[in-house]
């Protein structure tokens, strides 16, 4: 069965600190892949995708992902860390084969101590 | 500019009082979902409609219902809520099987 992994359940890093959040998936197709962003109290924003192709992905608020297909793994990073990052974050996985059903991981929480 | 609206952002609604859910896109997006989300969870897919079919998740409870009347709306009717109701409902939509895009979210409060 399709899964997605999120290991952290929280993660506290400081202002201006590098950043990545992990997320691993088994999945038996080709997948596409996410990551949202969620504020309390809001829906899901979209930060990123990969569907193809370059396998580092940019995405916006300069946040970035690799796509490692030998280790199942689509980590986000973040070179330097602002206040207003922090928010759940959601890794997402859907393939083709699998219509249009998207499997999320727990999420990961971010705080940011000034 | 919204592109996923959802109204109302907060809903209060009795035990057992059927509530409806509104949400409406501008993207002309053919398939629209329906996630309920609890604390500190991770959305959870109720339905969607890819444009006129109707898919139900096999363990989404019969109290949930949805309607698509036209392209841009889709509604999420709860008939007889409960407590364990209570949740964040998002919509979402896309074209095809692409990029999900999800609206801000209704609150739902069960008294």
């Known amino acids: 069965a399709q899964s997605v992994t999120q290991p952290d359940i929280h993660i506290t890093v400081s202002e201006g600190a590098s950043l990545e959040l992990r997320c691993n998936y088994s999945?038996?197709?080709?997948?596409?892949l996410f990551w949202y962003v969620q504020s309390p109290g809001q829906g899901l924003q979209l930060l990123l995708k990969?569907?193809?192709?370059?396998?580092l992905v940019q995405g916006i608020k300069g946040f970035e992902a690799e796509f490692k297909r030998s280790q199942s793994s689509f980590n986000l990073r973040k070179p330097s860390v602002h206040w207003s990052d922090a928010a759940e974050y959601f890794c997402?996985?859907?393939?083709?084969?699998?219509?249009?059903?998207?499997?999320f991981g727990a999420g990961t929480i971010l705080r940011v101590k000034s | 500019d919204a592109m996923v609206i959802q109204n109302p952002r907060y809903q209060v609604t009795q035990f057992g009082k059927p509530v409806t859910l509104s949400c409406s896109q501008t993207?002309?997006?053919?398939?629209m979902y329906w996630y309920q989300q609890k604390s500190s969870q991770a959305p959870k897919l109720l339905f969607h409609?890819?444009?006129?079919?109707?898919?139900n998740e096999a363990d989404t409870p019969d109290n949930f219902q949805s309607r698509r009347p036209n392209t841009s709306f889709c509604f999420l009717d709860i008939r007889s809520p409960g407590l364990g109701d209570a949740a964040m409902y998002l919509c979402?939509?896309?074209?095809?099987?692409?990029?999900?895009?999800f609206g801000p979210g209704t609150r739902l409060l069960v008294l």
């Open positions: 979402a939509t896309s074209r095809d099987i692409e990029t999900q895009y």
């Open positions: 999945y038996g197709a080709t997948p596409y």
């Open positions: 990969y569907f193809s192709g370059d396998t």
């Open positions: 997402a996985v859907g393939a083709r084969e699998y219509g249009n059903k998207l499997v």
């Open positions: 993207l002309n997006h053919n398939v």
């Open positions: 409609y890819y444009d006129k079919d109707f898919n």
